[in-house]
């Protein structure tokens, strides 16, 4: 698991830094984003009891992982090294916290962050438990997404050149595809999910 954070770390940092290279000191407020965040999630989840709703757990999942995103960047900003962090993370980790209630512990989630503007990934990983959402499941996804994220910014994202569909088909369902062919548990996972999906990607815009 700790090698798994580590590349998360790599990953988030190397994408914070694509778009500002200096952005450990930015001042950015990813406390902000995370409550936001929880509060989509509640949404997806669903919590109003005078109309009929159903959890929309996969983008519950989304969620935990854009929040995972932004905890990631808190813990990065403490200047400890990559291992550190990751054996930090990982101890939060394995002490989930969570109440009986789903609804309960996403609010949890925010009230927590809006008080000390921390990452706590024991309450993240807590809302994991009601989704049975194994550390796992969290790695793939959230490195498929970043991954899938830089490819798209080495390729054209910003100045509107990338093609986003080829073969009948979005990237996210190429990627799915890709992400389903190969190893999580591979060291080079990451590179191998860049390297299909350039592999994949067509070399020009169809005419």
């Known amino acids: ?22 952005w450990r000191s930015a001042g950015n407020e990813w406390y902000r984003a995370i409550w936001i965040e929880a509060s989509e999630m509640l949404e997806h989840y669903g ?25 990631l960047s808190i ?15 990982a101890d939060d980790i394995a002490q989930p916290r969570a109440s009986d209630d789903i609804r309960a512990t996403i609010e949890l989630l925010a009230r927590e962050t809006l008080i000390d503007k921390g990452a706590h990934f024991s309450v993240i990983c807590g809302i994991m438990q009601h989704l049975d959402m194994p550390f796992d499941e969290l790695y793939e996804i959230y ?14 994202y910003k100045d509107g050149s990338y093609i986003k569909e080829w073969d009948g088909r979005e990237d996210n369902e190429h990627l799915a595809d890709i992400m389903q062919s190969l190893d999580s548990n591979s060291p080079a996972f990451k590179d191998e999910v860049y ?7 067509p070399s020009a815009a169809p005419a």
Do not use: C
């Not at 954070?5 to 778009?19: A, E, F, W």
């Not at 400890?80 to 993370?89: C, G, K, P």
């Open 143 to 156: 490195v498929g997404k970043n991954v899938l994220n830089m490819f798209r910014q080495d390729n054209g």
């Open 75 to 89: 813990r990065l900003e403490q200047g400890l090294t990559l291992e550190q962090t990751a054996a930090l993370i």
């Open 47 to 71: 919590w109003k009891w005078w109309k009929q709703q159903s959890p929309d757990l996969m983008q519950v999942k989304l969620e935990v992982v854009d929040i995972v995103h932004f905890a």
């Open 195 to 201: 390297a299909a999906l350039a592999a994949a990607y």
């Open 1 to 22: 698991m700790q090698q798994k954070i580590i590349t998360m770390l790599q990953l988030q940092d190397s994408m914070n830094s694509k778009v500002n290279p200096d």
